[in-house]
């Protein structure tokens, strides 16, 4: 995990590997987010999980 945090060229790379280590997201659930996914309170609601089912993050 320390040599993919280091291996990260911009703030906003570690930003996303930390959101996928710490919510357990996958690659593509991070990619299908939109700004809307992200409640006032910093919630994620993940759209399209694993068996088409919606949960937060």
Known sequence: MQAALQACEYERDKALLLFMLDTGVRNSELCAL????????????????????????
């Not at 006032?40 to 919606?54: H, N, S």
Request: hydrophobic share 40%; aromatic share 0%; no cysteine.
């Open 34 to 57: 939109n700004v809307g996914d992200v409640a006032e309170d910093g919630a994620v609601t993940v759209q399209m999980g694993k068996g088409q089912k919606g949960r937060m993050a």
